[in-house]
């Protein structure tokens, strides 16, 4: 890499739709600066956000799925299991459309398989019964620590049972399941029923590792977040970003588009901060956050 402002490596945080910011972070810092990573990391949400980079389809994921919350009025509360048809919640039903209409056809399949390397992280439960009863138990594991440690590398969820698996997007995308592996990684027990995959039940692994570096990790690397922390890690190769200001969407709200317009508005914004504070001091670096 020559030039100070590209990145060997992306790390697509989760978030659920405030992800969006991150969409509308790279949508703006592609046109200004080189892109072009040998290795992707991403999870939860910020899956859709790495497979909307690859494919240089983020804007249309993001009008797609404003087009289906303007048809939807109801939101599942994360602690209640739906009520309905096992893995068919009123979000997995939007989420796979919004899937299958914007990255499930071959030639989105053919652009992830041979771009970079993309490798989406999920969590394994112990049980399927697990994922469905203990879910609850996880989340607030989960959101304790983020509150507690405010550090986007968690560990409690893990301590709970949770195993991660780092999946070869690419691969998946060859085998023509590149929308079953982003749907599957944006699964949150107990309000989804966990999926299958490689026959185990699968969840969300936000509640593992918001940041989760890619395998080899090496090289510049570029973190985009999704909310707040106090506490980020101080790494030569690394530069952490948060967004400005707490987003508007809320996680799986889906039923405010204007949230989501904000969420990517903001997400463009910040990145014109960003390039600003490196035109003022181009051999000076970056500091974490924004």
């Avoid at 998946?172 to 039940?201: E, H, M, Q, S, Y």
Wanted: aromatic share 6%.
């Amino acid at each position: 890499m020559t030039q100070a402002t590209a990145y060997d490596q992306l790390v697509f945080s989760g978030g659920g739709t405030r992800c969006f910011w991150q969409g509308g972070f790279v949508h703006v810092l592609r046109r200004e600066i080189p892109l072009h990573p040998a290795r992707i990391a991403a999870l939860s949400g910020g899956a859709l956000s790495s497979v909307g980079f690859v494919t240089h389809r983020g804007t249309k994921i993001r009008d797609t799925m404003i087009e289906k919350f303007a048809n939807h009025d109801r939101n599942v509360p994360l602690h209640e299991p739906f009520d309905g048809e096992p893995g068919n919640s009123p979000h997995q039903r939007i989420y796979r459309d919004v899937l299958e209409s914007c990255i499930g056809d071959p030639e989105a399949e053919r652009i992830v398989a041979e771009g970079p390397q993309v490798q989406i992280m999920v969590a394994h439960p112990p049980s399927h019964d697990w994922a469905k009863l203990s879910g609850s138990a996880v989340t607030l594991a989960y959101e304790a620590d983020l509150t507690i440690r405010s550090t986007p590398h968690l560990n409690w969820a893990e301590r709970a049972g949770l195993t991660p698996e780092r999946v070869d997007a690419n691969k998946a995308a060859r085998d023509g399941k590149l929308t079953d592996l982003v749907c599957a990684a944006a699964t949150i027990p107990p309000a989804f029923d966990p999926p299958i995959w490689n026959g185990k039940p699968t969840v969300d692994a936000g509640m593992i590792d918001q940041a989760p570096l890619p395998e080899p990790d090496a090289g510049r690397t570029l973190i985009l977040l999704t909310r707040q922390y106090r506490n980020l890690p101080d790494h030569p190769d690394r530069i952490y970003l948060m967004p400005s200001e707490e987003v508007p969407a809320d996680k799986i709200d889906f039923t405010d588009p204007d949230k989501l317009r904000q969420t990517w508005a903001i997400g463009e914004e910040d990145a014109r901060r960003f390039l600003d504070a490196h035109h003022e001091n181009p051999g000076g670096g970056i500091q974490n956050g924004t």
